[in-house]
């Protein structure tokens, strides 16, 4: 990618938003439909509605039914897929570059002019208590769930899923009302990159969307988590650890700085968590940890399997390397974290799926879109002394922390677990 690649933007009048990044070395186009209809917006009695919406949208729209619609995604050679975030739903997918009208023109009707065939509910109940049941038995996918809503409350830190429950009882009302209501123009964006007409993209857009009513989107109420340590019981012989602390947002100035410092902590083998916790003292089977960004927060999550007679040992031994990292890092951590991260740019440059997922990420947490070159500058700008800056301002601290297996761990001594609310 140049210096000149451009980038385009188009705000309808309904607020819908089009980004668009020509890959003309592709012969695939992919695109990235995100409605606001997350499951932030769901009622506290039917959690999981958010989910099974998006199940049941995808049973037929506009002229299709359930089995044309499939057919038709097949005829056009579509790669698609479709999933629910806290903030959104989104649906996706990559295709020749020929097939990109038609694409859109199928989840225009998705978004638009669902069918909601109420013979096909229970199925889509099914499908998405299978997830939830899934979801039970991934224990690592558990402690992220439950780490995330100790550090953000609620609803920020819903689970996507729902619960059991909520998802048996949720009619077909319920799933109508929520896409009258959500299922909206305005905070909607639509990304595409690959190989496209810009003229042309635009003008297939405002035909397939431009007279898409607006509707206001409801305010949110936050209830902080009522404690900062949970243990789920699990009769097992190993014990899942997940640690999180508080982090900038993506939006924020410092998120590179907090990305580079995460990075040496975990990013490859050769990374402090590896070699501390798995390598010298072989604590632990899997550990690692991550960067996490809402619009208008962050955490880092870190994750740690292990042996239940070596749990405790573990937590310490993570607490501690949280604690060391707030001391700085080295030139040569940062040498290799650097070539990893470029790799990874190097690597968006070969997937227009990739890179249609970034630039709609880019535009909800920034109101902009970073090029591939301006990452690259940013990365290379990031130093050590501009990472060690960042540490001695933000040290890791607040920790919350959850536990997976028979037995509850304690917090090491003179850690203090973050306050509540």
């Known amino acids: 990618m140049t210096e000149n690649q451009p980038i385009y933007v188009e705000r309808f009048e309904n607020d819908l938003v089009l980004l668009a990044e020509p890959m003309d070395w592709l012969e695939s186009a992919a695109f990235a439909l995100l409605v606001p209809a997350g499951c932030n917006y769901e009622s506290p009695d039917a959690l999981g ?8 949208v995808q049973r037929g729209c506009g002229p299709r039914d359930s089995r044309q619609f499939i057919s038709d995604l097949e005829l056009l050679g579509a790669d698609a897929s479709a999933s629910v975030s806290n903030a959104h739903t989104s649906f996706g997918g990559a295709v020749p570059a020929e097939s990109l009208e038609g694409a859109l023109s199928i989840y225009a009707d998705v978004v638009r002019r669902p069918h909601l065939p109420e013979d096909q509910l229970e199925d889509a109940r099914l499908g998405c208590l299978q997830e939830i049941h899934a979801l039970e038995d991934d224990l690592p996918q558990r402690v ?5 809503q100790l550090r953000y409350g609620d609803p920020f830190g ?3 899923c729902g619960q059991r429950p909520s998802v048996q009882r949720i009619g077909l009302a319920a799933i109508q009302e929520f896409v009258t209501q959500m299922y909206r123009p305005n905070g909607a964006i639509l990304s595409v990159a690959g190989k496209l007409d810009w003229p042309r993209l635009r003008q297939h857009v405002a035909r397939l969307f431009a007279d898409w009513q607006p509707r206001r989107l409801p305010a949110l109420v936050e209830t902080p988590a009522e404690t900062a340590c949970r243990h789920v019981p699990v009769d097992s012989s190993q014990t899942h650890i997940g640690i999180g602390f508080p982090s900038v947002p993506y939006s924020h100035p410092d998120y590179f700085q907090a990305r580079g410092a995460v990075g ?3 990013d490859g083998t050769s990374s402090r968590l590896f070699t501390q916790v798995r390598e010298v003292r072989g604590l ?14 962050g955490s880092v999550f870190c994750y ?7 749990a405790q040992e573990t937590l310490e031994v993570l607490i501690a390397e949280f604690q060391n990292l707030a001391r700085g890092i080295q030139p040569d951590e940062l040498l290799r974290l650097k070539a990893k991260l470029k790799s990874g740019l190097v690597m968006q440059q070969e997937s227009s799926s990739s890179r249609s997922g970034s630039i ?10 970073y090029s591939l070159d301006e990452l690259g500058r940013i990365i290379d700008q990031v130093t050590c002394t501009s990472i060690n800056r960042y540490l001695a301002e933000h040290p890791p601290s607040d920790f919350v922390l959850v536990t997976l297996g028979p037995q509850a761990l304690e917090m090491p001594l003179g850690v203090s677990p973050a306050h509540p609310g």
């Open 49 to 56: 509605l958010a989910n099974l919406t998006c199940e049941m």
């Open 144 to 148: 992220f769930e439950q780490l995330r």
């Open 158 to 160: 819903r689970s996507t």
């Open 264 to 266: 040496v902590l975990s």
């Open 284 to 297: 632990a089977y899997a550990v690692y940890a991550a960067c996490h960004s809402l619009r208008d927060r």
């Open 304 to 310: 740690a399997g292990t042996v239940n007679e070596r």
């Open 360 to 369: 709609a990420a880019d535009w909800y947490h920034l109101g902009r879109i």
